[in-house]
Nanobody
Framework: QVTLVESGGGLVQAGASLRLSCAAS????????MGWFRQAPGKEREFVAV????????YYADSVKGRFTVSRDNAKNTVYLQMNSLKPEDTAVYYC?????????????????WGQGTQVTVSS
């Protein structure tokens, strides 16, 4: 069992940066690939980024590639999402998710545990 808690969301202007954190409790954090997803009002949850167990592999949605960076610190049981050059279309609730011993990438239903989400609002 893994519990995930996101933090770091907020209201920023276009072009600004934010860093989201996702703290995990439970054992074997390094056995989970960790993904970030987002969901805007009236839209389906969509994939943003994922990082492998060791942090050696990452994968991004085209919409955030070059602007967002996912990283993890297994000693702190934490995964991060650095978001730069934010745009109004990045406005959404951001969720982290844990994928046990798989490499599910962008498939929402493949993840085993989810956090409660943190709101990111980007004003124009």
């Amino acid at each position: 069992q893994v519990t995930l808690v996101e933090s770091g969301g907020g209201l920023v202007q276009a072009g600004a940066s934010l860093r989201l954190s996702c703290a995990a409790s439970g054992r074997s954090f390094s056995s989970y690939a960790m993904g970030w997803f987002r969901q805007a009002p009236g839209k389906e949850r969509e994939f943003v980024a994922v990082i492998s167990w060791s942090g050696g592999d990452t994968y991004y949605a085209d919409s955030v590639k070059g602007r967002f960076t996912v990283s993890r610190d297994n000693a702190k049981n934490t995964v991060y999402l650095q978001m730069n050059s934010l745009k109004p279309e990045d406005t959404a609730v951001y969720y982290c998710a844990a994928d046990y011993l798989k490499w599910t990438l962008e498939v929402v239903t493949g993840y085993d545990y989810w956090g409660q989400g943190t709101q990111v609002t980007v004003s124009s």
